[in-house]
């Protein structure tokens, strides 16, 4: 007779499942981020009272607090897998997922430099913290590459408010993009100055730290489209693209395969930029009035874009000979002369080159000759200095019998 081990109970293997998952950090952070838009009424787009943004945006500081001063409680028991769940989603609450603090620029632009300047002080301090939990897998130069694109998260509603006198123009918004598309110069910058640190691949919660501010600045600026009512056009997406190849530069794939795609996703994206900005609407392009008279396009500025993106993924060996080329053409083309007064010149110093050749060339037979004498006297010269130049051939030894 064989004994059978008791079967376990659904009831303790559903406890059991739910001590290994732990589900519940993810059920607070959904309760706190649905509690802030039921309380800022974000689904209807209403302006709430700023005493209220304040309270909400302090609680939700209070929270991210707790959600950190636990990550590193639990990092330091051993627990990671529950401690980098609480550091990730730290993160969505960092960016200003909430997007409390445009609201409160909105509502006063002098009490919103002021709360943004604090939660700038604020994510830095909690950065610092994220680096310490995870082991300073967040570098010096990650850390500052996301502390900036948190700065430019928060400057971005302050300096369109600041400019806001009825309306914002739609250049305003595309040179914005241009800000957020190329945050990841920063990135390189503090690369080239700090180093990558001690690990070359970004750990999972680092790169969240690294990847969601860039993320959560796309979306903040496409919802300032909606609220200044400003249309989107196809070159606005110039910059990301070539954002996004910088980023996909530093990626190090491991298979043959892999290194292909991705080569030829660098190559290809900043062709794409060229051709989404190639519509050039006025509403966009700029003069530079008045040192130079050419009218800046959105194309113009997508293929110099693309062409230092080329240089510095592709060409780096010597990249001192493309820029300083670079740069020449491009001051030639924005302070030369237009192609219109090009094509004038050129044409009047093609008319000037045929008359003076119609006048030289002989026209009667006895000109002919005189040509003909010339150049009889000219070949003459030079053969006898040709002759004149060559050595003496040495003469042969007689030899004495």
Same mark, same amino acid.
């Given at each position: 007779m064989t004994w059978n081990p008791p079967t376990e109970s659904w009831r303790r293997r559903l406890l059991r499942r739910v001590v290994d998952r732990n589900p519940f950090y993810l059920i607070s952070a959904a309760c706190m981020l649905g509690g802030c838009l039921a309380l800022t009424n974000s689904l209807s787009w209403l302006s709430l009272p700023l005493p209220r943004l304040l309270t909400l945006i302090a609680t939700i500081n209070v929270y991210e607090g707790?959600?950190?001063?636990? @990550?590193? =409680?639990?990092?330091?028991?051993?627990?990671?897998?529950?401690?980098?769940?609480?550091? %990730?989603?730290?993160?969505?609450?960092?960016?200003d997922v909430t997007f409390l603090d445009a609201e409160v620029v909105t509502a006063n632009l002098n009490v919103g430099m002021l709360v943004s300047g604090v939660l700038l002080a604020l994510a830095a301090v909690k950065l610092w913290c994220v680096m310490r939990a995870i082991g300073a897998d967040l570098s010096p130069a990650r850390f500052i590459y996301a502390l900036a694109q948190v700065a430019a998260l928060l400057a %971005? /509603?302050?300096?369109?408010?600041? %400019?806001?006198?009825?309306? =914002?123009?739609?250049?305003a918004l595309y040179a914005t993009w241009w800000v957020v598309g190329l945050m990841p110069v920063v990135q390189e910058i503090a690369t080239g100055i700090w180093g990558v640190g001690h690990r070359q691949r970004v750990p999972a919660v680092a790169a969240v730290y690294l990847v969601l501010p860039w993320i959560s600045l796309a979306a903040h600026v496409g919802i300032l489209h909606y609220v200044y009512g400003?249309?989107?056009?196809?070159?606005?997406?110039?910059?990301?693209?070539?954002?996004?190849?910088?980023?996909?530069?530093?990626?190090?794939?491991?298979?043959?395969?892999?290194? @292909?795609?991705?080569?030829?996703?660098?190559? %290809?994206? /900043?062709?794409? @930029?060229?051709?989404?900005?190639?519509?050039?609407?006025?509403?966009l392009g700029m003069t530079l009035k008045p040192f130079a008279a050419t009218h800046v396009t959105t194309t113009m500025l997508a293929v110099s874009g693309a062409y230092l993106v080329y240089v510095y993924c592709f060409l780096w060996h010597a990249a001192g000979v493309f820029l300083v080329g670079g740069a020449g053409v491009a001051l030639m083309y924005l302070f030369g002369p237009s192609v219109g007064q090009i094509e004038n010149t050129a044409w009047r110093g093609w008319s000037w080159s045929t008359d003076v050749a119609d006048r030289l060339v002989s026209k009667t037979l006895a000109q002919w000759g005189v040509v003909s004498v010339l150049a009889s006297l000219v070949f003459l010269i030079i053969g006898a200095g040709i002759s004149l130049s060559a050595p003496r051939p040495v003469e042969p030894q007689r030899s004495s019998d």
């Open positions: 707790m959600l950190i001063v636990l @990550a590193v =409680i639990l990092i330091g028991r051993g627990l990671l897998r529950d401690g980098k769940i609480l550091l %990730i989603l730290e993160a969505f609450f960092l960016v %971005i /509603p302050c300096v369109l408010r600041a %400019i806001d006198h009825g309306a =914002i123009s739609p250049r400003v249309a989107y056009y196809g070159a606005m997406a110039a910059p990301m693209l070539l954002g996004l190849t910088l980023l996909l530069n530093r990626a190090t794939p491991e298979s043959l395969h892999a290194r @292909a795609n991705l080569f030829a996703l660098r190559a %290809i994206m /900043p062709i794409a @930029a060229i051709v989404v900005s190639m519509n050039h609407p006025l509403a």
